[in-house]
């Protein structure tokens, strides 16, 4: 916020389980307190990007704000966007 960032991009260990809750995740600390976009890279990321950007929605308030961030990413790329929403099937007991 002092600099006025409009995008946080940081990496991440990628730990989980154990690891985790006894190290914290930064990362999901900034994630929930940043006022800007925040892009995390895991250790395996590739670096080599082409596209297309995938947005996963949930149709809340929050999703118009992560279309046109990968809107501006899609652009930087010249690629498109794709859209994705979710629906986990419902499993009644026999």
Do not use: K, N, Q, W
Not at 29 to 39: Q, T
Not at 60 to 88: I, K, M, N, P, Y
């Amino acid at each position: 916020e002092e600099v006025g960032a409009s995008l946080i991009v940081m990496a991440t260990h990628g730990r989980s389980g154990i690891g985790r809750l006894a190290l914290g995740s930064t990362a999901e600390g900034v994630l929930r307190r940043a006022h800007c976009p925040v892009l995390t890279v895991g250790p395996a990321a590739r670096t080599d990007l082409a596209g297309p950007v995938l947005a996963p929605v949930s149709f809340e308030a929050s999703s118009e704000a992560a279309l046109t961030t990968a809107g501006a990413f899609a652009d930087a790329l010249a690629t498109r966007v794709v859209a994705l929403h979710v629906v986990e099937p419902i499993v009644f007991p026999v």
